[in-house]
């Protein structure tokens, strides 16, 4: 998983555009367990738009995982608190930290695996070292209690300031594949002119 994925993940993956490259090279050399079945190169971090799709067609892979795309849909479990936050999160809305797995006394990942998810009061807190630990946490218990939006825990890749409305999943699916195409097509006319 790259680095711009929300949710857990290594702290020090490469960007996806780095990452999936080395990975689509190395993958000849794998031996599958069903050699009558290759394996398939899914790319998935970061991503909100089928023009991510169509690049990472580009590098070698055939297809993609969205994740955050797919929180902001009638069809995900993220409460209407969670969607909102979600909505309203610009570029360099998130960041990769520990705070999210101190707050809810999760922190039994391994060494470099943290979290990436939207900044908020709980980030901060954990930043500035308020209080301490055990004082986080209680504030942190209590918020997610009362879906206090200022500190509930929101998971989010770096592609979450591209969407904006909650649109049902069999929709997004089509717009991606639509956007996809558009960009596909765009960059074959490049090459053609």
């Known amino acids: 998983m790259c680095c711009e994925a929300g949710g857990h993940g290594s702290s020090t993956s490469p960007p996806l555009l780095n990452l999936l490259p080395s990975i689509s090279a190395a993958l000849p050399s794998f031996t599958p367990l069903n050699p009558s079945t290759p394996p398939f ?13 169509a690049a990472l067609f580009t590098l070698g892979a055939h297809g993609a995982v969205y994740g955050t795309r797919f929180l902001l849909t009638p069809e995900s479990t993220y409460s209407a608190t969670r969607k909102s936050v979600l909505r309203q999160a610009g570029h360099g809305s998130t ?26 009061e709980t980030v901060k807190d954990y930043q500035a070292g308020q209080e301490g630990m055990h004082e986080r946490q209680e504030r942190y218990t209590k918020a997610d209690k009362e879906d ?8 989010a890749g770096t592609g979450v300031g591209d969407v904006r409305e909650i649109t049902p999943a069999e929709e997004v699916v089509k717009q991606l594949e639509k956007e996809a195409i558009q960009a596909l097509s765009s960059a074959g006319a490049y090459l053609q002119g």
Do not use: C, Q, Y
């Open 148 to 155: 206090d939006k200022e500190r509930l825990i929101v998971w």
């Open 95 to 120: 960041t990769r930290s520990m705070a999210f797995d101190e707050a809810r006394n999760t922190l039994d990942w391994p060494n470099g695996v943290d979290g990436r998810g939207i900044v908020n």
């Open 41 to 53: 190169l899914l790319g998935a971090g970061g991503l909100s738009s089928g023009a991510h799709l």
